[in-house]
């Protein structure tokens, strides 16, 4: 009896262990350090000290220097900086800019009837954070918030290892 319990006790043991290794290097390859920059963003839900910056129609979607931040783990990362380019012939942003993982290349559309944005964010491989570039891409979808001033949504990352998505926010430099 104490022979048979004490195998079974270990076999649950070492599946333990395994899910729990498993499920912590998912969480250190995707974790990243928080910035110690004060981030100069406010909360979504606290509206009260944003500068007011009236944009209508093309407003939104000016070609220059943005700023963004990103939610992953329920900690927010940035501001990181990011150059676009809006095309208002085509409806087409390009840009690149450099995160905590590393430079990327930015490529997407927008559409001023909906105040929309769609942007993949792909990076160059082998720069930044080795254990976090891997030559992935980010795919944005930010619809403009007038309350706060930017625009607003979530990230999706998918890889053939790993499924993530989070909010993100952007908006145009001062």
């Known amino acids: 009896g104490i022979i048979v319990g004490s195998v079974v006790g270990g076999i649950f043991a070492v599946i333990a262990i395994i899910f729990l290794s498993i499920y912590c290097y998912r969480r250190y ?10 981030v100069s963003y406010q909360n979504s839900s ?37 150059s676009l380019e809006f095309d208002h012939t085509t409806g087409k942003v390009i840009g690149h800019g450099y995160d905590d993982v590393g430079s990327f290349n930015v490529g997407g559309t927008f559409s001023i009837e909906k105040q929309q944005i769609i942007l993949s964010k792909t990076y160059t491989p082998g720069g930044g954070d080795s254990k976090e570039n891997i030559g992935h891409t980010i795919t944005m979808k930010l619809t403009w918030n007038s309350s706060n001033v930017q625009f607003e949504g979530n990230w999706r990352d998918e890889t053939d290892l790993y499924r993530n998505e989070d909010k993100f926010e952007l908006k145009l430099g001062d």
């Open 29 to 38: 390859r995707r974790r990243r350090l928080v910035s110690s920059t004060t």
């Open 46 to 82: 606290d509206t009260s000290h944003n500068r007011v910056r009236p944009m209508t129609g093309e407003g939104y979607f000016k070609s220059g220097d943005w700023t963004s931040r990103y939610q992953e783990y329920s900690r927010w990362h940035g501001p990181h900086q990011m």
